[in-house]
């Protein structure tokens, strides 16, 4: 099923840059995300949050995480990141150079989250910058979470 590559209306022949599609588990998360706030799977068992959630707990290992979705603060440092020039997949090329960041949030510790950042590819990002959650509008009901750097420290 390729749909979401083929062309958008107004830019003829172009590919469009293809959306999420949940599933049951991450169904959730992207509702969330829609109305622009970010929740992540907490296990019921140890309280841990997990990204994705799996089958298994990865910090108590209970087979029966019954993980729940709920709000974080979307802060977190910057741990890593690249700067994606060359799109890979079709409907990226207008997008290109973007930053990716790997970020630790504050809610716990590893909990890392990989997303864009939308200051844009000359932004001043350094190790340990801070950063917060922001969301990028991509279709009509579905929003990407990414990051934005916090103001000068
Ligand atoms: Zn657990």
Same mark, same amino acid.
């Given at each position: 099923?390729?749909?979401?590559?083929?062309?958008?209306?107004?830019?003829?022949?172009?590919?469009?840059? /293809?959306?999420?599609? !949940? #599933?049951?588990?991450?169904? !959730?998360?992207?509702?969330?995300?829609?109305?622009?706030?970010?929740?992540?799977?907490?296990? @019921?068992?140890?309280?841990?949050?997990?990204?994705?959630?799996?089958?298994?707990?990865? &910090?108590? &290992? @209970?087979?029966?995480? =019954?993980?729940?979705?709920? /709000?974080?603060?979307?802060?977190?440092?910057?741990?890593?990141?690249?700067?994606?020039?060359?799109?890979?997949?079709?409907?990226?090329?207008?997008?290109?150079?973007?930053?990716?960041?790997?970020?630790?949030?504050?809610?716990?510790?590893?909990?890392?989250?990989?997303?864009?950042?939308?200051? =844009? /590819?000359?932004?001043?990002?350094?190790?340990?910058? @801070?950063?917060?959650?922001?969301?990028? #509008?991509?279709?009509?009901?579905?929003?990407? !979470?990414?990051?934005?750097?916090?103001?000068?420290?």
């Amino acid at each position: 099923m390729t749909a979401a590559g083929e062309s958008a209306p107004g830019a003829p022949g172009a590919a469009v840059r /293809p959306v999420p599609v !949940p #599933d049951d588990v991450s169904a !959730p998360y992207w509702a969330a995300a829609a109305g622009h706030r970010l929740v992540l799977a907490r296990c @019921s068992a140890c309280a841990a949050f997990a990204i994705p959630p799996d089958q298994i707990c990865p &910090h108590c &290992h @209970s087979s029966t995480p =019954g993980f729940v979705f709920e /709000p974080v603060s979307g802060r977190g440092r910057v741990r890593s990141w690249t700067t994606i020039r060359q799109a890979f997949l079709p409907g990226f090329d207008r997008d290109v150079p973007f930053v990716l960041v790997d970020v630790e949030l504050v809610e716990q510790e590893e909990l890392r989250m990989v997303g864009r950042l939308l200051d =844009g /590819p000359d932004a001043p990002v350094r190790l340990g910058a @801070s950063v917060r959650a922001a969301f990028e #509008d991509v279709a009509p009901g579905v929003a990407v !979470p990414a990051f934005v750097l916090e103001g000068a420290e």
